[in-house]
């Protein structure tokens, strides 16, 4: 590459792309490099100044749209292709040019400047405003090159870019999926509020039927064909699918019920709302079968391990399958536990072991104390079945049938070894010879013979320690007993130097000397 920069070299060519092909102008004046930016621009104002500057030097037509983009994606990816290798070794390499190229990526340059050895220049507003100049009047200093046909190349290049960019087909659109399962969740909430809303409504009118009809879409059935609570004799509920024992209840309630009279006008408007929910209920039910046979379609894998409704969340969760065949599987572990993993990271406490996979059934199934080892299990084959799914050409789910097999297994050994490590201290009786054996490989019968062996030397050992223990506890008793003796002692000499009769009387030359000894003595 050339450090110097473009105004130490003498001529220059500038490469070009185009949806026809690719283009390689030569720089006639080179005072453009020098000039200012502004006055570039002047000098390409018509096409006879743009052709005193630029000439072209080189041109290569695209064969069809697929070796245009082909040619467009290696452009963009910033490597140099089989095309642009070619199109530049036999106009520039081949005929031993020295002159620097100019090129607009730069990454793009280094691979050129790397794979051919040509000198790249580097890239300055002079060389983008000179770039641009030679954009204006692209069609006429290229010979042949049509108005029309350039735009007809434009847009198909452009749709067949953009299909294998975004990999398009139908069936593989998770963006429907997210879309779906967003939809899902806000339908929930809002089938919650208005069934809450029907019952809180209705039941100022019929109060008692809200324990008795419990399901959310036959409580608003049952509001829209009964209607006021007197015409509950003379209505069917077999119609909307209420058993018999609950209809009968019904029944005898409106008998009896407590609740205040309502007019025609209220009840309209609580049929409104009850035909709402229904719709909604409806819908629902079509939108969940929808997500189920997408989710099978675009990830059976994934579907397969953990259902269409947490692989879908997954998915909306990570922004795209994509995405989620990147994620480690520590992070598919925790995926929608965010929160919570910045808030245990804050304040230093135990982070999550679980997301969105707790709601896995799998997950759901198992202990307590079990829950964080089978999430890394599960987690650790949901990553590696997110990633069959979005780049593999499987239809059927045999590789999540295979992993969902292991994880069942794991989970199966993980609870057989949490009830024997319950039941490790219950003696198990024994019946016959023991012909099973230990890691080592050893019978248990000989090792147990082994064992009676050197119960002597054992014994020898215990028995040695506890005389020792035993000489260390009469030592420290014995030093104990002393001390007592001693405190005791000069106690009684300080006893007698108290008042006796109102004096205090001195102590004797003998009490003296058996004070200091004690006092040595302590």
């Known amino acids: ?31 453009l490099l020098k000039a200012d930016v502004d006055s570039i621009y002047d000098q390409f104002k018509t096409l006879s100044d743009a052709k005193r500057q630029v000439s072209l030097h080189a041109f290569s037509e695209f064969a069809d749209t697929k070796a245009a983009m082909e040619a467009a994606t290696e452009l963009t990816e910033g490597v140099v292709g089989k095309s642009l290798k070619k199109f530049l070794k036999k106009n520039i390499v081949d005929k031993g040019m020295t002159d620097q190229l100019a090129v607009l990526d730069k990454a793009l340059g280094t691979s050129v400047n790397k794979k051919l050895g040509i000198e790249i220049s580097v890239l300055n507003d002079n060389v983008k405003e000179l770039m641009r100049g030679v954009r204006m009047h692209m069609l006429d200093l290229i010979e042949g090159l049509n108005e029309q046909e350039l735009k007809s ?24 999926i997210m879309q779906a399962v967003g939809l899902l ?50 209505t069917d509920f077999s119609t909307v699918g209420v058993p018999d024992e609950i209809s009968a209840e019904v029944k005898t309630a409106a008998e009896t019920s407590m609740g205040t009279e309502i007019t025609e006008e209220d009840l309209a408007n609580i049929h409104s709302l009850s035909e709402r929910v229904i719709e ?87 202990a307590p104390n079990l829950k964080g080892k089978i999430s890394r299990v599960l987690a650790a084959k949901l990553s590696l079945s997110a990633r069959v799914d979005p780049l593999g050409d499987q239809t059927e789910p045999t590789l999540g049938k295979e992993f969902k097999e292991y994880v069942e297994k794991r989970l199966a050994t993980l609870e057989e070894t949490g009830m024997r490590s319950l039941t490790k201290g219950i003696s198990k009786p024994r019946f016959g010879k023991q012909e099973k054996k230990n ?84």
């Not at 130490?8 to 005072?31: H, P, R």
């Not at 059976?300 to 997954?314: F, K, S």
């Open 1 to 31: 590459m050339c450090l110097a920069g473009p105004f130490a070299c003498a001529t220059m060519l500038l490469l070009l792309e185009t949806s026809a092909g690719l283009a390689l102008f030569s720089l006639k004046n080179d005072k």
């Open 153 to 176: 190349c434009s847009l198909g290049l452009a749709h067949t870019l953009s299909r294998f960019k975004l990999k398009f087909s139908p069936d593989k659109v998770d963006v429907m």
């Open 185 to 234: 969740d806000d339908l929930d909430k809002e089938l919650n509020n208005f069934a809450m809303r029907l019952r809180e409504w209705y039941g100022w009118h019929f109060p008692e039927m809200g324990k008795i009809v419990t399901d959310n879409l036959a409580y608003a059935k049952v509001v829209k064909l009964m209607g006021f609570k007197t015409k509950a004799k003379d």
């Open 280 to 366: 909604l209920m409806e819908y629902r039910t079509s939108l969940s079968e929808y997500l189920k046979l997408r989710m099978t379609a675009v990830a059976p894998n994934l579907t397969y391990m953990v259902g269409e409704l947490v692989g879908a969340r997954l998915i909306a969760q990570a922004g795209s399958l994509m995405n989620l065949a990147k994620h480690p599987s520590s992070t598919v572990q925790i995926l929608g536990a965010e929160k919570a993993l910045f808030r245990a990271l804050k304040t230093k406490k135990a982070t999550p072991k679980y997301g969105l996979i707790y709601h896995a059934s799998i997950v759901g199934q198992s």
């Open 439 to 522: 890691p080592r490989g050893v019978p248990l019968t000989t090792q147990r013979r082994m064992w009676l062996k050197s119960q002597p030397q054992r014994k020898r050992k215990r028995r040695l320690l506890r005389r020792r223990k035993r000489q260390k506890r009469r030592k420290k008793s014995g030093r104990l007993q002393k001390q007592h003796q001693l405190r005791s002692s000069w106690r009684h000499l300080q006893n007698r130097r108290k008042k006796k009769n109102g004096r205090r009387q001195p102590l004797m030359k003998h009490d003296s000397r058996e004070a200091l000894g004690i006092v040595n003595l302590l």
